[in-house]
């Protein structure tokens, strides 16, 4: 396993808004700063769930897209030049006798003074189309997310799901795509109904009640997806350049409920300075708890700043809690 052994002061744990305004302010308040997240994109639940919605409830924001608020927010952070590892679950955190913090990934060692938990929900994990071979060609021509639109320019793109992800993504490909083909197992789709409406009046071709049953392939992709009818015997072949997959996600908490930290209905305990129970760890955004708690994108932005000075104060107790006004740092 790979193992770095720098230690910074702040590792923080998740890269949703909360993680990535952490990880901002820790560099604002002087601090080395390392941000782990599970999935291979930051952004958290904006990222993989809503990237097209609007969002109307951000401080200074009358209406901003989800997937540019997290543009804003990594544009914010890379002023610091945090170090970001992705693609890596935390699964366990020790703390040393020296009181430095080890956390191991899938894949890494890292060392921290203190650590920042903003895991939202949990680690997400896309639900897996399952046929047989599928998970060969993921990361080839099967996706279960999307982190750059223009590479189906021009491609035959079939896309399967029904909720808001589905047909969020199926809007947003069919200007740029040859062709965009939407399988949903229901005539009935889960997404807001504006979406919807502007499906049925898009060239995207909607294939329902069928679902996934075979995939034929090449080497290197996925050439044809068969799909067939639920309850019944037709079925169709579709030529494809790729495949996405918007069955949903699941989230756990997973091996944070073992580190001994105080939980409570999923969430993990804090005060008013953002401490868990275990000194040296802080935790913002959705995964805290306390009385009068409402989870929302604002509030980890307001604990998220708590949360960094706290551990500030922690790895050195000169260093001021109250932190400079941003205005004043900078020319
Ligand atoms: C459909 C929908 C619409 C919403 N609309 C609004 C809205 O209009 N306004 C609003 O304020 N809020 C809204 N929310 C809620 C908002 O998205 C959350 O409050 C916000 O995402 C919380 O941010 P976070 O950074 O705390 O957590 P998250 O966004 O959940 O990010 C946590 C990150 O931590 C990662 N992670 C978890 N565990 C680990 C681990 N062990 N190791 C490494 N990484 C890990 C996860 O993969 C994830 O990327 C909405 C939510 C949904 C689902």
Redesign the pocket.
């Known amino acids: 396993m790979k193992e770095d052994q720098k230690v910074y002061d702040i590792t923080i744990?998740?890269?949703?808004?909360?993680?990535?305004?952490a990880a901002f302010y820790g560099g604002l308040r002087n601090a080395s700063v390392k941000v782990?997240?599970?999935?291979p994109?930051?952004?958290?639940?904006?990222?993989?769930?809503?990237p097209e919605?609007?969002?109307?409830?951000?401080a200074g924001f009358p209406k901003i897209k989800?997937q540019e608020l997290v543009n804003n927010l990594k544009e914010q952070m890379a002023m610091f030049s945090p170090t970001v590892c992705l693609g890596?679950?935390?699964?366990g955190v020790e703390k040393l006798e020296d009181g430095t913090f080890k956390l191991v990934?899938n894949d890494e060692i890292h060392y921290s003074k203190t650590i920042i938990?903003?895991?939202?929900?949990?680690?997400?994990q896309p639900r897996r189309l399952e046929l047989e071979n599928a998970d060969k060609y993921e990361g080839k021509n099967l996706h279960y997310f999307i982190d750059d639109m223009n590479k189906f320019a021009g491609q035959r793109v079939a896309i399967l799901g029904g909720g808001?992800s589905a047909v969020d993504w199926a809007l947003m490909l069919e200007p740029i795509a040859e062709k965009v083909t939407l399988i949903h197992r229901r005539d009935k789709f889960r997404a807001h109904e504006s979406s919807v409406e502007q499906l049925k009046n898009s060239k995207v071709e909607i294939i329902t009640p069928y679902i996934a049953s075979d995939i034929v392939c090449n080497e290197e992709a996925i050439e044809q997806l068969i799909v067939q009818e639920v309850r019944g015997e037709n079925t169709k072949t579709i030529n494809i350049d790729s495949l996405i997959c918007n069955y949903g996600f699941v989230?756990s908490?997973?091996?944070?409920k073992d580190w001994g930290l105080e939980i409570e209905k999923n969430s993990i305990v804090v005060n008013s300075k953002q401490e868990t129970n275990i000194p040296g760890i802080y935790a913002?955004?959705?995964?805290?708890t306390f009385e009068g708690k409402i989870?929302?994108?604002?509030?980890?932005f307001g604990?998220a700043p708590t949360a960094v000075s706290n551990a500030k104060a922690y790895i050195d107790p000169k260093a001021r809690l109250q932190p400079m006004h941003s205005t004043s740092l900078f020319e």
Do not use: H, M
């Open positions: 744990l998740g890269g949703g808004p909360t993680g990535l305004f782990i997240e599970s999935l994109q930051l952004g958290g639940q904006l990222a993989t769930l809503y919605k609007y969002i109307y409830d951000v989800a890596q679950a935390v699964t990934s938990i903003t895991a939202g929900i949990g680690a997400f808001d989230s908490l997973g091996p944070i913002a955004g959705d995964i805290t989870k929302l994108i604002a509030t980890g604990e």
